[in-house]
């Protein structure tokens, strides 16, 4: 019995350092961030990054804890050149690095193709891709922290429809697979709502002459202009609709000309609108006192969704600390469950399939060179 007895205790010691080990807590939490750090993307990859560096260097600065211990928070970055073959690449140096979770991607083609080897380690992807395809891989890993273009598509379209006073719509898209996706739903939309569109068109993503479609929408009498082109597009469009006398025109884009350059090039017609997934964030109530830190951090404002990456690491932080690890699979699994406070965009919680519960779209209007906020909801 004795003997027994020993071999009992022998074997709960080792069990409890077996799974003690397991789920030993590292000195350092290392956090991944994939993101276009060079190239035409490249200032918004890096605001995405300035985003998750200026939350990490708070939590360190505050004692960052997992079950009491002091942890190290520590950035590995990788550059995706929004392709999807160095995404693929960036996404196993992270894996092979030993990151808890990664902030990426930018692009939906590439946070697509480089969703399954996040998988195959249990890593979260927290990515601010917009694409519907990202979250239908079937994988548990692919987390979105906007909405997606499903909804931006209903309220690109919608808001045409019904907000804009107009009798003949057109919907032109630059072919490429998000354009022509997103223009597609939006035209639906319009239809639905008992609008006619007059031309339905796919350009290229280059096209600046519209020698041809300037007038195609004169002869049918199109006064809303629907597009997913982008925004330099739009703006050698504008100048050809004003030199042929188009100038009540009204256009309502997508998150492509949704850019610091546009609002100054509108001048000529009657409207410019833009719908973006992306809110910015100086129309949260806490969005000041992050752009303060923002500013005085990195010197400047930020251009894009900084302030979502910033978000993400604080609820990924929060995830670590209520589950007590640092195990990729266990903070994965909290992440699905928990419906965190972010500092700045209020909340961030996941659907079962990694939608974002709180995504929005809001619809802005080019106003004295700058976007106005004009309305936005979640159930468009």
């Known amino acids: 019995m004795t003997y027994m007895r020993s071999l009992l205790v022998c074997g709960s010691i080792a069990s409890a350092f077996l799974l003690a080990a397991c789920n030993r807590i590292p000195d350092t939490v290392k956090i991944g961030v994939a993101q276009p750090m060079s190239g035409p993307l490249g200032p918004l990859g890096t605001d995405m990054k300035n985003g998750v560096q200026l ?3 708070e939590l360190n600065a505050r ?23 160095t995404g693929k690449a960036g996404a196993q140096t992270l894996l092979d690095a030993g990151v808890v979770a ?101 350009l290229d993503d280059k096209t600046t002459d519209f020698a041809k479609l300037v007038p195609e929408l004169k002869t049918a009498g199109v006064d809303v202009f629907v597009t997913t082109l982008a925004d330099f597009q739009v703006a050698a469009l504008i100048q050809q609709l004003v030199a042929a006398g188009m100038t009540d025109m009204q256009i309502v884009g997508g998150d492509t000309i949704k850019t610091d350059k546009m ?25 000041p006192q992050f752009l303060a830190k923002f500013n005085q ?22 995830a670590m600390q209520r589950s007590d690890s640092a195990d990729p699979k266990t903070v994965l699994e909290e992440l699905k469950r928990i419906d965190a406070l972010a500092p700045v965009t209020n909340n961030i919680r996941f659907r079962e399939d990694g939608e974002q519960y709180y995504g929005v779209v809001s619809v802005y209007k080019a106003r004295a060179g700058r976007w106005e906020p004009m309305t936005r909801s979640d159930s468009w």
């Open 55 to 57: 939350a990490v260097d």
């Open 63 to 85: 004692g960052f804890k997992i079950d009491g211990k002091p942890v190290t928070l520590e950035l590995v970055v990788v550059d995706d050149k929004a392709d999807a073959e």
């Open 102 to 202: 990664v902030v990426g991607h930018l692009n939906s083609g590439v946070s697509i193709a480089a969703a399954p080897i996040y998988a195959t380690a249990h890593i979260a992807q927290l990515a601010i891709s917009t694409k519907p395809e990202y979250t239908q891989l079937g994988l548990p890993t692919t987390l979105r922290l906007v909405a997606s273009d499903a909804m931006q598509s209903k309220a690109l379209g919608s808001y045409a429809a019904t907000q804009i006073e107009g009798k003949k719509f057109a919907v032109v898209d630059d072919s490429t697979p998000y354009g022509k996706g997103l223009a597609d739903l939006a035209a639906a939309e319009i239809r639905k709502n008992g609008k006619e569109i007059a031309v339905r068109a796919s």
């Open 263 to 287: 609002p100054s090039a509108v001048a000529g017609i009657r409207g410019v609108y833009a719908t973006s997934p992306i809110i910015e964030a100086r129309e949260f109530v806490a969005g």
């Open 297 to 318: 951090a990195f010197k400047g404002d930020p251009v894009y969704g900084a302030h979502y990456a910033y978000d993400a690491v604080y609820v990924l932080a929060s």
